[in-house]
């Protein structure tokens, strides 16, 4: 199936349990999102697989809110192809979209058990994979595993950033990321 929402292609909010998603093709727009504009989630059990997603802002993103509660939690991402997409990996526990979000809030949103493998493809900024947890509360039991994203320009290098995650990197991991062993 080819989705072109100019947004989400899918998202995945409040109260979603045991969804499978597999062989889509999304893009352009912001990807698959999980998690959303609410100040409380919970998110289990999200299976995402076999899919390609192209010129998209996102393509596999975990957002949530500061000040939040709930969950986000056994979530799987497997044999995804990226090409051309802004922020490959992201888990973003600080997202805003309006601005005037309250930051470094005493609870938030608690992601745990998330794994990525077996993705690939290409960025369109240096950033490639970008584990942003709240300072709060870590992100645990992440793991990435045969990983391979690479810049869409020639000769352009890439990195990953992490702030408070926790977890495993398995096999090639490309870029590194400094916060998985």
Not at 19 to 32: A, D, K, L, N, R
Not at 106 to 125: A, E, K, M, P
């Amino acid at each position: 199936m080819e989705l072109a929402a100019g947004d989400d292609c899918v998202a995945i909010g409040n109260g979603n349990l045991d969804v499978t998603v597999t062989q889509i093709t999304c893009g352009p727009g912001h990807g698959i999102s999980l998690g959303g504009e609410n100040s409380e989630a919970q998110v289990e059990q999200i299976h995402v697989s076999k899919s390609r997603i192209f010129n998209a802002t996102n393509g596999l993103r975990i957002k949530t809110w500061q000040g939040g509660s709930g969950y986000a939690k056994n979530i799987s991402f497997e044999t995804i192809n990226l090409i051309a997409v802004d922020n490959p990996i992201i888990i973003d526990q600080y997202y805003c979209p309006r601005g005037g979000c309250a930051l470094n809030q005493s609870t938030t949103l608690q992601v745990s058990n998330v794994r990525y493998s077996d993705i690939s493809g290409t960025t369109t900024t240096k950033i490639a994979i970008n584990l942003n947890c709240s300072q709060s509360v870590t992100c645990t039991d992440i793991s990435l595993q045969n990983i391979n994203i690479q810049s869409a320009a020639p000769g352009g290098t890439v990195e990953a950033t992490c702030t408070n995650a926790r977890g495993t990197s398995v096999g090639l991991v490309d870029p590194t990321v400094p916060c998985l062993n």
